[in-house]
């Protein structure tokens, strides 16, 4: 039935089909193979018979009216949309460089498709943000991307050589009848057994002398003498390192007092304790800048409220010293505080801040304000590399509460 139709009216339909398909290809219509056998009066069948010739007629009729259309794939970079040519020349960049002529061939071969366009999809490609390359000198489209990542892991090892290790206590007050001299001599045990660098110690070696806040009661020494004697002698000896002091308000109460610089004089008398300073000292182990502060006043609301805002002062302070002398070594690595009685560990500001535990029962006078110390050591190991800065903070805080001791002396 198709063939005699086509037979009896070739010219005219081949005709009539031919305007059909130009005025479609023209507004871009879409008509299927039903449709346009609707408008001849013949069968789909029969349309379908005429591809060659639609084919001949235009490529486009052929592609846009006789298959049906595939629906859009998703887009590779969200929120931008691509046509199919633009996608299929992203794929093929991304493996590898192609020239202008084997873009042309492949989307269309064996033919090709014309230069122009080829230079009008990379043009269109670049503007929706692909940073695609034409080398005129050779005529290759090249695709940038970022660097393929390197995940090989940094070999942490050999950062890790440089390293400090410190044993910190504090507040011990000695000749206190509330002192823990059984745990004073366990720190020093443990320490030497760690293999500190250093012994640093934030303030307070002593319960002083007459400190307006010490009853009498509170000391088993009598009289200045007896307390001098009383530290040189029981106070922790070691012959494989050196504590350094810093003088806490119970031990600057003689020189307040009366002028006797009473931890300066002890530690005249023992090799092994160097005294570096009043309230506050700064020095260097290993190249690494340490500060030990004693600072004044109670217990804050929170615990960590006087050590951040000392901190804070003090790295500001720094920062315009630096700005004068442009030497980075007065820049404070380590930052331990006494006074507290409190143990607590934060890194601030570029410093790392440490609270020290005291090794002093708790008194009658904490007892009235309702403070419970806490009672024990640091072992702190920091790794660093050769510019100073801490790689790997280790820091192991020994609590004794439960190891106390009365009339420890």
């Known amino acids: ?77 969200p929120g931008i949309i691509l046509m199919p040519e633009e996608e299929i020349i992203i794929g093929w960049l991304k493996k590898e460089s192609l020239s202008i002529g084997d873009i042309s061939r492949r989307l269309n071969e064996p033919k090709g498709v014309s230069k122009e366009y080829v230079y009008q999809l990379l ?15 050779i005529k290759q489209a090249v695709l940038h991307r970022l660097p393929k990542r390197q995940e090989k892991p940094v070999d942490l090892k050999p950062l890790y050589r440089n390293y400090i290790k ?6 011990t007050h000695l000749t206190s009848i509330h ?121 804050p609301f929170t615990r960590s409220y006087r050590a951040q805002r000392i901190t804070e ?6 920062i315009q010293i630096i700005r004068s002398s442009g030497d980075l070594s007065s820049l404070p ?7 507290l009685h409190l143990a607590f560990f934060f890194p601030y500001m570029g410093s790392l801040v440490f609270s020290v535990p005291a090794l002093q029962a708790q008194t009658s006078y904490l007892e009235g304000k309702g403070l419970y110390p806490d009672i024990g050591m640091w072992i702190v190991t920091i790794h660093f590399d050769e510019k100073g800065n801490a790689l790997k903070i280790i820091p192991e805080l020994h609590l004794w509460n439960s190891l106390v001791k009365d009339h420890d002396y």
């Open 313 to 318: 002062g003090m790295i500001g302070n720094m």
């Open 1 to 77: 039935m198709d063939k005699e139709f086509w037979t009896r009216n070739d010219h005219e339909k081949e005709k009539e089909l031919t305007e059909i398909c130009k005025r479609i290809n023209e507004t871009g219509e879409y008509l299927s193979c039903r449709e346009i056998a609707e408008k001849l009066g013949t069968t789909v069948l029969a349309v379908k018979s005429r591809k060659s010739t639609l084919k001949l007629l235009t490529r486009d009729v052929y592609l846009k009216h006789f298959q049906k259309p595939k629906e859009p794939k998703k887009s590779m970079v």
């Open 179 to 299: 002192q823990q001299l059984t745990l004073l001599h366990t720190a020093y045990d443990l320490a030497e057994k760690e293999g500190v660098d250093a012994i640093l110690h934030t303030g307070d070696l002593t319960d002083g002398f007459r400190h307006y806040i010490i009853p009498e009661c509170d000391s088993f020494t009598k009289g200045l003498d007896e307390l001098v004697n009383y530290t040189v002698e029981h106070y922790p000896k070691s012959q494989k390192f050196k504590t350094k002091i810093i003088g806490g308000r119970h031990d600057l109460s003689t020189k307040w007092a009366f002028g006797f610089d009473l931890l300066r004089h002890i530690c005249e008398k023992r090799e092994d304790l160097s005294y570096v300073g009043d309230t506050m000292g700064t020095f260097h182990v290993k190249n690494i800048n340490i500060r030990l502060y004693h600072p004044s006043g109670g217990s």
């Open 123 to 137: 043009d269109g490609l670049r503007k929706k943000g692909f940073d695609v390359e034409v080398q005129e000198d």
């Open 166 to 171: 410190l044993g910190v206590i504090g507040d």
């Open 333 to 339: 690595q380590l930052v331990f505080f006494g006074h």
